[in-house]
C-alpha cells in the first residue's frame, strides 16, 4: 500500500490478487485530510507495504478504482476512510470523537468574551457525517435543470481542479469559517474546493443592487435582528450551484440567518435559494456550528 496525504481526497495505491491468482494495482480514495483528522485519524496510522483489507464502493467509470469506506489492519485496528461509514469487522475504531471540539471546551463560560459571532466556527463531527450531501436529496429542481448536468465532466472540473467555488456551493463546506467585523461591513472567511474564500457582507447597503458587478460570491447586504445576521444576496455570476455540475441561474437569490445561541457556543445557520427557473419551491439548507477555539481557518493543499 502507497498513501498520498493530499486534497481534494486522500489517495492510495493497493496491489491485490484476483480470483485467478493475477495481481492487481488498484486506486483508492477517501475523504478529506481535515475530515480525517477531526476524526483522529493520521497519516503515520498509515504504512507503505502493510497488509490491509478494504470495502468500498467500486468506481463505475474507472478501472480498479475504488472510494473507500473502511480499511483493516492486520493488528486488528480499523479505520472509517469515509465518515458516513459504520464498523464492519471491529466494534471499536481507531479513533472516535471530535478533536477540536471536546466537551470541556463546550462547557466554559465563552459568554464572558461576549465576542458574539466574530470568531471561528466548526461543524461538530455529526455535521462532518453529513458534508457535501446537505442540498443534492431534497432540492426541488426542475427536470429541465437536473438533465443540464449531462454536461458536467466528473473528471475535469473546478472540483478537481481545486478552483474556489461561487455561492452557493461555498457555504457547503466541511472546513471551519471566520466572520470577522469590519466598520460598515463584515468578512466571512472559509475553505471550500480546498480553497480559501472570502466574503464581504455589508451592512449599509449600497442602495442599488442591481448596479453591482455580479461575482462568483455575489452581492450580500446583511442586518442584525437580535442574536440572527440576516444576510440576503444577489448578483450571483458562477457556472454551478453545487459540485455535481447543476447550471446556476444569475437570478438566484440566498437569504441566510446565521442565529447565536445565548451562551455563544452555537451558530445554527439557514441558507434559503430562491429561483423560478431553478426549484419547484425555495430550497432550503439546515446546518449548525459549534464553537472551535484554538482552531483556524486554513487553506488545505490540494494536488496530486
Avoid at 99 to 126: C, H, K, M, T
Avoid at 167 to 181: L, N, R
Avoid at 263 to 272: A, E, I, N
Wanted: charged fraction near 25%; proline fraction near 6%.
Amino acid at each position: 500500500m502507497e498513501v498520498y496525504w493530499t486534497n481534494p481526497h486522500v489517495g492510495f495505491t493497493l496491489m491485490t490478487v484476483n480470483d485467478q491468482g493475477q495481481e492487481e494495482l488498484w486506486n483508492l480514495e477517501a475523504t478529506t485530510v481535515y475530515i480525517l483528522q477531526r476524526k483522529g485519524v493520521t497519516q503515520d496510522l498509515f504504512q507503505p507495504g502493510e497488509r490491509i483489507r478494504v470495502a468500498g464502493r467500486v468506481s463505475t467509470r474507472d478501472e480498479r478504482a475504488m472510494l473507500s469506506t473502511n480499511m483493516f489492519f492486520e493488528n486488528g485496528r480499523e479505520i472509517l476512510t469515509n465518515p458516513q461509514a459504520e464498523l464492519r469487522w471491529n466494534t471499536e475504531q481507531i479513533a472516535e470523537g471530535d478533536l477540536w471540539v471536546p466537551d470541556d471546551v463546550r462547557q466554559q463560560d465563552i459568554g464572558a468574551e461576549n465576542r458574539g459571532i466574530f470568531r471561528v466556527w466548526s461543524q461538530p463531527a455529526e455535521g462532518l457525517e453529513n458534508a457535501a450531501f446537505v442540498w443534492r436529496d431534497g432540492i426541488p429542481f426542475l427536470e429541465e435543470v437536473i438533465a443540464a448536468r449531462a454536461d458536467w465532466d466528473p473528471i475535469e472540473n473546478t472540483v478537481t481542479r481545486c478552483e474556489p467555488p461561487g455561492m452557493p456551493s461555498m457555504m457547503e463546506t466541511p472546513y471551519p469559517v471566520e466572520f470577522i467585523e469590519r466598520d460598515s461591513s463584515i468578512e466571512l472567511i472559509g475553505v471550500a474546493n480546498n480553497s480559501e474564500v472570502t466574503r464581504t457582507i455589508y451592512l449599509e447597503d449600497q442602495s442599488n443592487s442591481a448596479a453591482q458587478v455580479p461575482s462568483p460570491s455575489g452581492y450580500s447586504v446583511g442586518y442584525w435582528e437580535g442574536n440572527t445576521l440576516t444576510v440576503e444576496t444577489n448578483r450571483i455570476n458562477y457556472p454551478y450551484f453545487d459540485n455535481i455540475g447543476t447550471p446556476l441561474s444569475e437570478t438566484l437569490t440566498i437569504v441566510e440567518k446565521f442565529s447565536l445561541s445565548d451562551d455563544q457556543s452555537r451558530l445554527d445557520f439557514r441558507m434559503t435559494a430562491v429561483d423560478p427557473t431553478m426549484f419547484t419551491e425555495p430550497a432550503v439548507l439546515l446546518e449548525y456550528y459549534w464553537l472551535a477555539l484554538g482552531e483556524t481557518v486554513e487553506r488545505q493543499p490540494c494536488g496530486n
